[in-house]
């Protein structure tokens, strides 16, 4: 497959502007100190701010340049097939608070942005859950009871707009998608506008709760806040009640220009076939951007991602020919083993520190959900949702047991038969017959070495031991990262964090003797 130009960066990280923000240089105090600045962080940063308090937003990169920015944008309940699980799991209650949620959540994208103007290519369209073999009909037809029990307008369908028969669908009416980025950029204006400071490039590498809590940065800055929000996708700062309730998957997304009548009006996803997500996004010249998500992996596991994208390409073209793939990348999630996002107190931070994880990959309203949900914790008057979403509940995590241990026994086999494979000899065949783009990981000196050749030829070398909690990573060839299967963090190939929950680097080694 030939790279595409400046492959891996997203459409709406493309076509979207936000000012730049400058490090955070010097000891700070606020009411609320925002870590991250995704759609949790900037929506729980800007309820903050609308409330009066004194906030300051710190993130490690670029605003939104994390799982936010590479996302699908989809704003919509129907989350594949949540309701049936919630209610056989949970019970009808919660269920209906889920749906009332994250409906919540929706309207409140369209109040923000008609309140503020945000031109953000916000458009209603029906979302629909959908399978193509006759033996999925029934477990739809389910799924289509459940939501509508939980007060979602669903309907079981065999109809659809897509170009090709389907043996039935879930439809929910009057959802939307939107452009996320562009949403978040009004956020970011209002935030500012209201006396709220934003610091880029400004990692927090410690965490230490109480009243108040004080973070410290990377560079040793420090920051004194009554509040924390832990908005970093994955907890940076707990390594054992939440990270071990959390499973990691990475989604490759292709898109390309179709014709608007060829648009298939509506947002569309099947678990069948290593899932596929299709919307599409209003372009300039007035057709339609079609966005095409699929080929959900573990980060970290040696996937051949190359051929990964190659097979969404190929099911892509099949199914709306003509189609000219001009974007592809790729978005990281992260699922709570009982299925319901922990948004609420950390519990291992103290009274002060919030947190918002586990969306599933339906982050868009769960960010927003998530947002109006701690605000109303800070503020002492909690939604009525919120033990539903509380990240200290017992209940349901006892009742998802055997996929909490299904989560520890993966990161388990990892982090054992990962150190006991055998990666070769660094001075042997497995280096040596490296080509230019490709890694591997290898022993030298008796410890793994993870070890790239660019396309210059050149070797760079790091400890393949990652430094969040100790797995072996592995090398991803399409986004050229080393990536973690046990906790998701990733790291570009000079060790860099590229991604947390890791907070330091790969260490560097020498690839003289390699």
Not at 337 to 348: A, E, Q, S
Not at 401 to 416: E, G, Y
């Amino acid at each position: 497959m030939n790279r595409l130009p400046d492959a891996g960066r997203s459409y709406w990280m493309r076509t979207a502007a936000f000012p730049s923000f400058a490090p955070l240089s010097e000891p700070a105090e606020a009411d609320v100190a925002v870590i991250g600045s995704g759609i949790a962080g900037l929506s729980t940063a800007w309820e903050l701010v609308r409330a009066g308090l004194n906030v300051i937003v710190l993130e490690a990169d670029r605003l939104a340049s994390g799982v936010t920015g590479h996302t699908t944008g989809k704003l919509t309940a129907l989350h594949t097939s949540v309701y049936d699980t919630l209610r056989s799991k949970h019970g009808d209650e919660a269920a209906r608070d889920y749906a009332d949620s994250q409906s919540a959540a929706l309207q409140h994208v369209f109040d923000i942005a008609g309140e503020f103007g945000i031109d953000c290519e916000l458009e209603r369209r029906p979302a629909l859950t959908y399978c193509e073999q006759s033996d999925g009909a029934d477990p739809l037809r389910a799924e289509a009871e459940a939501a509508r029990a939980a007060g979602l307008d669903a309907s079981f369908v065999t109809e659809t707009g897509l170009p090709f028969p389907v043996a039935g669908a879930v439809q929910v009416e009057d959802q939307a998608q939107f452009h996320p980025l562009k949403y978040l950029r009004g956020l970011v204006d209002d935030i500012v506008a209201r006396g709220g400071r934003i610091h880029e490039g400004t990692r927090v590498t410690r965490l230490d709760d109480g009243d108040p809590c004080r973070l410290t940065t990377e560079a040793g800055v420090t920051v004194s806040a009554r509040h924390v929000v832990v908005a970093t996708h994955h907890p940076v700062f707990d390594h054992a009640v939440l990270t071990s309730r959390l499973t990691q998957h990475r989604d490759l997304v292709v898109a390309g220009s179709l014709p608007a009548d060829r648009d298939p009006h509506g947002m569309y996803i099947t678990t069948e076939g290593g899932k596929r997500s299709v919307r599409t996004s209003p372009l300039a010249d007035g057709n339609r951007l079609l966005v095409v998500t699929g080929e959900a992996f573990t980060p970290g596991t040696g996937e051949d991602t190359e051929a990964g994208y190659a097979r969404l390409e190929a099911w892509t073209e099949r199914h709306f020919p003509g189609v000219s793939i001009s974007h592809r990348w790729a978005a990281q999630d992260n699922s709570s083993t009982d299925t319901v996002p922990l948004v609420g107190r950390l519990p291992t931070g103290g009274e002060n520190v919030y947190v918002a994880t586990g969306f599933g990959g339906w982050g868009m309203t769960g960010g927003v959900m998530a947002g109006a949900l701690i605000a109303s914790l800070v503020g002492g008057a909690p939604q009525r949702w919120a033990g539903l979403y509380d990240p200290g509940r017992l209940g349901s995590a006892v009742q998802s047991a055997p996929a909490f241990l299904k989560a520890q026994w993966d990161t388990a086999k990892h982090f054992v038969k990962d150190r006991l494979d055998t990666f070769g000899d660094g001075t042997t065949g497995p280096v040596r017959d490296l080509r230019p783009g490709e890694g591997t990981v290898v022993r030298a000196d008796g410890k793994p070495c993870a070890v790239h050749r660019d396309d210059q030829g050149e070797l760079h070398a790091v400890s393949a031991v990652c430094t969040h909690m100790g797995c072996i990573v592995a090398f991803n060839n399409a986004e050229r990262t080393w990536e973690c299967p046990c906790h998701g963090s990733r790291f570009g190939v000079d060790g860099e964090v590229v991604q947390g929950p890791a907070l330091r680097p790969l260490e560097r080694q020498d690839p003289g003797g390699l």
